[in-house]
């Protein structure tokens, strides 16, 4: 590799980064990586201020999965980065290319317990697909390049990078690598051709989709094969838009709390096709509707990563593919089969699209007719938010996703991420409706950054189920310790009147009327917007009150 010109690390770095096509990051400044920030300084690449280090590595999570390359956030050393674990522990579980890049004390002051120095290798190796320090700035490209192939490749994940001061502000004369190339994701043919006899022969076949490496492409594809071989699909948890709910093949989401016939439909399947989902607790019921290690079904696993089939569950049939690359080759090679019968597809849909009728809760502000006022009046690309909560059961049910990737929500189940992920969303595609939903508690883990969409104007509406608890917290304690409330009570603040302190905009929603005519102001104030909807803490769920939750 011949020398480049020489210019500090932070500036290499910065290089490395504009080689691999990044246009955004997201951050929090620091002292510890000063360099790095000047490099940013007339590099073209947007750079995103934060109010706190987990909304950055969030809005970088939410990037990663939106658009399927690497999110970036840069945070400082110490409390930095431990402020930002939050972020690269959903980037882990929900397998989503991101990378850290983290503040370092100097290379000459290691090991000393010198100011905000933390062992990152040690702290990281938990949470993050795998963890670099860069102790030579001739190897900045070198390590830029790496993480970046690591981040997407396989089963994607989030790097962490530890920048040394003084390596970020000594002079290197290496030139950046250029964009990662990754594998192509395909199976072999003999693959194919196993999995595809082994589904179409089944008496009571069953798809399962998830994971990552999906696309628009792949879920029309999928929805093709589907069809044709009339063959039910369910979805894993918070991979609703991996394909069109309106679709006939289309049976559910086997998530938390999934439609009983659903359910049964999986635990009765002779052959289950699992393709680019881990099978976690949340999408098997506690591991009940697949039950480990071997299952009563005949699993079909196909992964990007050859160590997740078996890591739980033993597969009959397991394959090292991407799950968009691999449901294309299905596709392909039935594209002249003979449609079979769609009687069973159909059943399946019927149910779903009972599941679909609303149940009515207490209160005069319903989520459910909340739910399926955002289906009805929103748009198929617009992008739905969410963190952690019982107000997110009601989406999960009632709202019909269309296209890919308009779901945006944790499967770690972290609290605090929808308005994170709803500004990153906006900011990558300002033409695009995006809603977030957030509980009172999920919001107030993060609602600084409703700063950050006013800075920005990234013009986000954001739902608030406003019950004063910790909802989800209150029910298991109802299940467990009836009438023995303890630690779940908020005393709230004025949403709205926050909306209108940061310049944005806000409105409070007593009723389902007031709920409609406050959304569609928001929707035309051309302005972030905040709705406080202040709904019954009787409601727990779109199936149990709190009065029901006894034991």
């Known amino acids: 590799m011949s020398d480049g010109p020489i210019r500090h690390g932070g500036k290499a770095l910065i290089e490395g980064l504009q080689a691999q096509g990044v246009r955004r990051v997201f951050c929090i400044p620091g002292e510890s990586y000063l360099a790095a920030l000047d490099g940013l300084h007339d590099s073209g690449i947007e750079t995103v201020v934060t109010r706190h280090e987990g909304g950055a590595a969030m809005m970088a999570e939410a990037h990663g999965k939106l658009t399927g390359k690497a999110g970036v956030a840069f945070v400082t050393r110490g409390p930095g980065a431990t402020n930002a674990s939050a972020g690269v522990h959903i980037a882990f579980q929900d397998s989503t290319p991101m990378i850290l890049f983290v503040g370092q004390v100097a290379t000459d002051q290691r090991d000393r317990e010198a100011f905000q120095e933390v062992d990152y290798r040690a702290m990281f190796a938990p949470l993050a697909k795998h963890v670099l320090e860069i102790n030579r700035p001739d190897r900045i490209p070198e390590y830029v390049s790496q993480a970046f192939h690591i981040a997407q490749s396989g089963r994607p994940g989030p790097v962490v990078v530890a920048l040394p001061e003084d390596v970020l502000s000594s002079p290197c004369s290496s030139p950046a690598v250029p964009s990662a190339v990754l594998p192509s994701g395909l199976a072999s043919h003999s693959d194919v051709n196993v999995v595809l006899e082994k589904i179409t022969s089944a008496e009571r076949p069953f798809i399962l989709v998830g994971g990552p490496h999906w696309s628009q492409d792949a879920a029309k594809n999928l929805g093709k094969f589907a069809s044709k071989m009339g063959i039910p699909v369910g979805v894993s948890f918070r991979c609703q838009d991996y394909l069109d709910n309106r679709l006939t093949c289309y049976a559910g989401d086997v998530g938390i709390g999934p439609n009983p016939d659903l359910a049964e439909r999986v635990r009765n399947a002779d052959v289950v096709l699992c393709i680019g989902a881990r099978l976690g607790e949340m999408t098997t019921g506690g591991y009940s509707l697949l039950k480990p290690p071997k299952l009563d079904q005949f699993l079909i696993h ?45 059943r399946a849909h019927l149910s779903y699209q009972n599941w679909l009728m609303p149940e009515e809760t207490p209160g005069s502000l319903k989520m459910e007719n909340v739910i399926l006022h955002l289906s009805k009046m ?174």
């Open 378 to 551: 929103l748009p198929d690309d617009a992008i739905i938010t969410n963190g952690a909560g019982n107000y997110a059961s009601w989406l999960h049910r009632y709202y019909q996703y269309r296209r890919y990737k308009t779901q945006l929500a944790p499967t770690s189940g972290s609290m605090g991420y929808g308005l994170p992920a709803a500004v990153s969303a906006k900011l990558d595609q300002p033409e695009r409706n995006v809603v977030c939903l957030a509980g009172d508690g999920c919001i107030q883990m993060s609602i600084q950054e409703f700063g950050t969409a006013c800075q920005y104007g990234a013009n986000i509406i954001v739902l608030v189920s406003n019950n004063g608890m910790y909802g989800t917290i209150r029910m298991h304690q109802q299940k467990n310790y009836p009438h023995r409330p303890s630690g779940t009570e908020m005393v709230n603040p004025d949403f709205a009147a926050i909306a209108k302190a940061y310049g944005g905009f806000g409105a409070t929603a007593h009723s389902d009327d007031e709920f409609i005519s406050a959304f569609a102001a928001a929707r035309s104030a051309n302005l972030p917007a905040i709705i406080d909807m202040k709904v019954s803490p009787q409601a727990l769920s779109p199936k149990l009150t709190l009065e029901k939750a006894e034991p």
């Open 302 to 346: 196909v992964h990007p990563d050859p160590s997740e089939p078996g890591k739980v569950f033993r597969p009959d049939v397991s394959v090292t593919a991407n799950g968009g690359a691999f449901i294309g080759q299905l596709a392909e090679k039935t594209l002249e089969a003979e449609a079979k019968d769609a009687s069973e597809i159909e």
